[in-house]
Structures are given as C-alpha cells and as structure tokens.
Nanobody
Framework: QVQLVESGGGSVQPGGSLRLSCAAS????????MGWYRQAPGKQRELVAT??????TNYADSVVGRFTIFRDNAKKVSLQMNSLKPEDTAVYYC??????????????WGQGTQVTVTS
C-alpha cells in the first residue's frame, strides 16, 4: 500500500508564500502523474496542479502565474504557492497515479494538509 506523506501547510497572510511537499513512502514500479487538489469548506474537491513523469504540467486557471508545481524526483512533488489569497484557503491533497510491481495501477491520496490565508 503506497502512502503519500504531505508537509508544508500552515497559516499565512495574503500575499505570502508557502511550499507544499508530498513523497511516496514505498518503492513502486513507476509513478505517472502527481498533483495537488484542494477542498474548501462546503465546496467540491478541485484540481490545483498536476505534473507527469515527463514534466508536463497543468494548472487551474485560478492559480496560473502564482503557483508552480515541481517534480523533485520520481516519488516526490512540491507545490510553490506565491501571492496567496484568502480564496486559496482549503485542505490540499496530494494525488499520485501509481503502477505497482505487480502491474496494478491505482490512484492514491495523501491525508491532506491545511492551508489558511488570512489577515
């Protein structure tokens, strides 16, 4: 069972920055895309940014120019968040598209990390 371990959430003032990181805890055959999603209270979970193992990226329109996703290595992804706004407040979840050594392919989620932007 692959676990995604997240870190880096917290509270920051508007205009501030945070960096989230997520690493897979187990050795796997390959991880295709990794990404970040977020869920604010009373809202559905939404895509923030994804990156493939070929380093192709995709961003939500609301974060373009402010957030950058990095694939640090085959098992780790980071999200640099700059110019944070109150509307960025949410629980952020890491996601990974994983192929195991037995050939099974599954999507895994992290436990979530809270990001709060408030003055």
């Amino acid at each position: 069972q692959v676990q995604l371990v997240e870190s880096g959430g917290g509270s920051v003032q508007p205009g501030g920055s945070l960096r989230l990181s997520c690493a897979a805890s187990e050795s796997v055959f390959t991880i295709y895309a990794m990404g970040w999603y977020r869920q604010a209270p009373g809202k559905q979970r939404e895509l923030v940014a994804t990156i493939t193992n070929g380093r192709s990226t995709n961003y939500a329109d609301s974060v373009v120019g402010r957030f950058t996703i990095f694939r640090d290595n085959a098992k780790k992804v980071s999200l640099q968040m700059n110019s944070l706004k109150p509307e960025d407040t949410a629980v952020y979840y890491c996601n990974a598209d994983v192929k195991s050594y037995d050939g099974a392919r599954n999507a895994y989620w992290g436990q979530g990390t809270q990001v709060t932007v408030t003055s």
